[in-house]
């Protein structure tokens, strides 16, 4: 934004806040000119004397009068007039209960119809044209719910009524349903209106505004919207679940299908809550994560960067020494940290918990109940926690090589003389950096055009250099088309930005993504569904469509990290266990990840490009650890700190690390943006030195100094200069 700019917005504001300070004032003014008068008006006596004059003049033409009112309240309705509620309660009091309820209901309708036409005449055509995807979608949604949706609506006023009117006119919603629907929706809480006006025009005093009369209709009109609200719940969860044969009683308070992170964490949370649980899963117990996932990756991961660090002494002064892998170890060595870790995962543990633990493959048959063999279980909530897999491309002659994925990497005995891993995301990028400081000739093949193609550009270009510092050939924008076996050789065919290529291997690894396990689940009976990458939908408190059946972890698809599956996890256990009392909604906004390559890559909410795509107005504060004596220090200098605030306040946005043990250092700034602190918070915290964490503060440090205002620096210096003579 230029500095014309800024100055029109500031003349903007000063003469806005001008304009509202001499309302305020002329208003103050008549307030203490007519203030008798006004006091006048409001005297209960006046009122009595107006509605005394009514009275007389409705007894004497009842019918002229209650037309004009009728033609006033409709005129009122079909404009959006502000003040509707205080004229139906006038009406409540002029008319009396049935006239002014008739009087009420067939206005506002008639005004909701004039509303409603009006808009279906002038935008509906046009948005069809304009929009015919969408337009057909929302119709489709409208036929087969519009009746009860507009009902809910009508009962439960979330929405103002006049944009109902006008979103329902744009619909395919016929004139003479929105009609009856209307009148129906809106009959009860049109009554509780004139009931309260009608007891309070019949009030002879102040002092009877504690009657039981006026106190039980305001009562009512307070309680309207909450009591609806639940009727409707009732009715609707009543008519989801009436196909199917509800237990008299339970076995089990909740089931968790799938013993990953996040069955895991239900089971313990339930169990710990006082609940009886059942845990159900087919494969070995700790999921992806322990059995193929993070702790053999890190395992791995660990071993591969020693191997680096003893090859590159010389700068530590130590002379380098001949290093031999032996492949075969270091995955003992693996599976040896697997087998360490599982104990914190077992049948053991979880059936000392009071949790059963059955093993086979959970098959939904109803909202209660599971199959497990030839077992039936029932159960008041279940959890589906069936996590995701990796994906396998389409791909010709794919059946003729040696391919590995995530899950049977850990199977492999002998180093691959040369790997090729296709796909650039998080686990390409650390599975090719680990096998080539392993020694095997690594290719890592990407559709894109960079690395990690969610972080910023510069992440990207960092990794890449790494990577190819450390003898990974990157293919970029190469396009997979097929395998095939030439004199024995397996190749990879793929068409680069300028030519087709044959790439050689000994074996392949996908990383090109996971889908959720939804097969065998029977989703499909009860008509739950699924996504367009197959995650299963629910709602923000993990609900699927029915209210008990709640879903968490990969198979949601929403940030498919086994922390972000605790985190759904213990909110959907909470969501299950205590519905319909309390619902709990997890927070996204702080969710953080790490990419675990050499430097790790760090992030916890928006990073640049993620902020320009959304059109924010945001300020950038880097720094480098080349500045860093800690990183300097160790040789490990290759990163920075990129923190991203809402332009012209300290309220931090997102903040993208890179860097030695970034995943480490980077939950200081999940904890102020969970708890919203600002950057200031961070710098007022020490921080011991020297330290990686020590990035944090500069960062901070840097933006803090970038925001002192000119004017406070001149005044320093001024100050000082004075201060150096006496």
Same mark, same amino acid.
């Given at each position: ?5 800024r100055?029109?917005? /500031?003349?903007?504001?000063w ?5 509202l300070?001499v309302f ?10 007519w203030?008798?008068?006004?006091f ?5 006596? &006046?009122? $009595?004397?107006q ?6 003049? *409705?007894?004497?033409?009842?019918? #002229? ?8 309240y ?24 049935w006239?002014?309820l008739?009087?009420?209901?067939l ?9 409603f036409?009006?808009?279906r005449?002038?935008?509906k ?8 995807a969408?337009?057909q979608?929302?119709?489709q ?7 009860? *949706?507009?009902?809910?609506?009508? !009962?439960?006023?979330l929405f ?13 919603l016929?004139?003479r349903?929105f ?7 809106m ?7 004139i ?10 005093s102040l ?13 009512? !009109?307070g ?7 639940g009727g409707?719940?009732y ?20 089931i /968790?299908?799938?013993?990953g ?6 089971? *313990?949370l339930g ?15 700790g ?11 890190k395992s ?10 003893a090859?590159?002494t /010389?700068?530590?002064g130590? /002379?380098?020494?001949?290093l ?13 940290k ?7 995962d ?8 009071g949790v #059963?633990v ?19 279980l029932?159960?008041?909530?279940l ?7 990796p994906? %396998? ?26 790997l ?15 096998f ?11 559709r894109g ?8 550009p510069?992440?990207s270009?960092l990794?890449?250099q790494?990577l ?9 924008? *190469? ?7 030439q004199?024995?050789e397996?190749?990879?065919?793929a068409q680069?930005?300028?030519e ?10 996908f ?12 989703l ?9 990458e197959?995650?299963i939908q ?23 990290f086994?922390?972000?599956a605790?985190l ?7 969501n299950? %266990? ?7 909604t ?6 953080? &990840?790490?990419?675990?390559t050499d430097?790790?890559?760090?992030r ?10 959304l059109?924010?107005e ?12 800690r990183?300097?220090? #160790? ?5 920075f700190?990129? !923190?991203?605030?809402?332009k012209?306040?300290d ?5 993208t ?12 700034w999940? !904890? ?7 950057? $200031? ?13 020590e990035?944090n ?5 840097r ?7 000119a ?11 004075w201060?150096?003579?006496?």
């Amino acid at each position: 934004m230029g500095r014309h700019q800024r100055n029109q917005g /500031a003349r903007r504001f000063w003469l806005t806040t001008a304009k509202l300070l001499v309302f305020f004032l002329l208003a103050l003014a008549g307030w203490w000119v007519w203030r008798d008068q006004l006091f006048a008006h409001l005297d209960l006596g &006046w009122a $009595k004397v107006q509605r005394n004059n009514f009275q007389a003049l *409705y007894e004497q033409s009842p019918v #002229e009068t209650w037309w004009v009112f009728f033609v006033l309240y409709l005129s009122a309705s079909a404009f959006a007039l502000p003040g509707m509620v205080w004229l139906t309660l006038l009406v409540g009091a002029l008319f009396g209960f049935w006239p002014g309820l008739l009087l009420v209901s067939l206005a506002s309708t008639l005004g909701a119809c004039a509303t409603f036409g009006t808009a279906r005449f002038l935008f509906k055509n046009l948005l069809s044209r304009r929009f015919p995807a969408k337009t057909q979608l929302i119709n489709q949604g409208i036929q087969r719910d519009g009746i009860f *949706y507009l009902f809910s609506l009508r !009962l439960i006023p979330l929405f103002p009524f006049f944009l109902v009117n006008l979103l329902m006119g744009l619909t395919a919603l016929r004139l003479r349903t929105f009609f009856w629907v209307s009148q129906l929706g809106m009959l009860p809480g049109t009554a509780l209106y004139i009931l309260a006006g009608q007891e309070l025009g019949q009030l002879q005093s102040l002092g009877e505004v504690v009657n039981l009369h006026v106190l039980g209709a305001l009562t009512l !009109l307070g309680l309207f919207p909450w009591v609806t609200k639940g009727g409707l719940g009732y009715w609707q969860t009543r008519k989801l679940y009436r196909p199917f044969d509800r237990p008299t009683s339970f076995e089990y308070d909740l089931i /968790a299908i799938g013993a990953g992170s996040a069955g895991l964490v239900s089971s *313990y949370l339930g169990a710990v809550l006082g609940a009886k649980v059942a845990l159900v899963e087919a494969g070995r117990m700790g999921g992806d994560c322990l059995n193929t996932g993070c702790v053999p990756s890190k395992s791995l991961i660990k071993t591969a960067s020693l191997v680096a660090l003893a090859r590159k002494t /010389a700068p530590l002064g130590l /002379a380098p020494a001949p290093l031999a892998v032996d492949f075969r170890v270091v995955m003992a060595a693996v599976k040896e940290k697997i087998a360490a870790v599982a104990p914190h995962d077992s049948v053991d543990r979880y059936q000392k918990l009071g949790v #059963e633990v059955f093993h086979g493959r959970g098959q939904l048959l109803d909202p209660f109940r599971v199959k497990v063999g030839e077992r039936v279980l029932t159960g008041r909530n279940l959890i589906l926690a069936t996590g995701a897999r990796p994906k %396998l491309p389409d791909l010709p002659g794919l059946e003729q090589v040696p391919y590995l994925t995530s899950e049977t990497l850990w199977d492999l005995e002998k180093l691959p003389p040369r790997l090729l891993v296709i796909g650039g995301g998080p686990i390409g990028c650390e599975m090719a950096q680990a096998f080539a400081r392993l020694g095997s000739k690594v290719t890592l093949l990407q559709r894109g055009r960079r690395l990690l193609p969610k972080e910023d550009p510069e992440v990207s270009a960092l990794l890449a250099q790494r990577l190819e510092e450390e003898g990974v050939d990157l293919k970029m924008a *190469y396009l997979p088309q097929g395998f095939e076996v030439q004199e024995g050789e397996f190749q990879l065919v793929a068409q680069g930005p300028q030519e087709k290529v044959r790439i050689g291997f000994d074996q392949v690894l996908f990383a090109v993504g996971r889908v959720p396990n939804t097969e065998g689940l029977g989703l499909e009976a009860l008509g739950i569904e699924l996504g367009p990458e197959g995650q299963i939908q629910t709602d923000r408190q993990l609900r699927t469509k029915f209210p008990n059946i709640l879903c968490a972890g990969d198979v949601q698809g929403r940030f498919q990290f086994t922390h972000t599956a605790s985190l759904q996890a213990g909110f959907a256990t909470l969501n299950g %266990l205590f519905w319909p009392l309390k619902s709990f909604t997890p927070d996204y906004r702080v969710i953080p &990840w790490a990419t675990f390559t050499d430097p790790e890559v760090a992030r916890v909410g928006i990073n640049e490009t993620l902020a320009r795509e959304l059109g924010l107005e945001f300020e950038v504060t880097s720094f480098d650890l080349k500045e860093l004596d800690r990183a300097i220090t #160790e040789g490990e200098n290759l990163g920075f700190v990129k !923190l991203l605030t809402a332009k012209g306040k300290d309220q931090i946005l997102g903040v993208t690390a890179v860097g030695p043990h970034a995943g480490e250092w980077i939950g200081e700034w999940v !904890l102020a943006m969970k708890h919203h602190l600002g950057v $200031k918070g961070i710098f007022d915290c020490p921080h011991i030195y020297p330290t990686l964490a020590e990035a944090n503060k500069a960062v901070a440090g840097r933006w803090r100094q970038d925001h002192t205002p000119a004017w406070a620096m001149r005044l320093f210096s001024r100050w000082f200069a004075w201060a150096r003579h006496f």
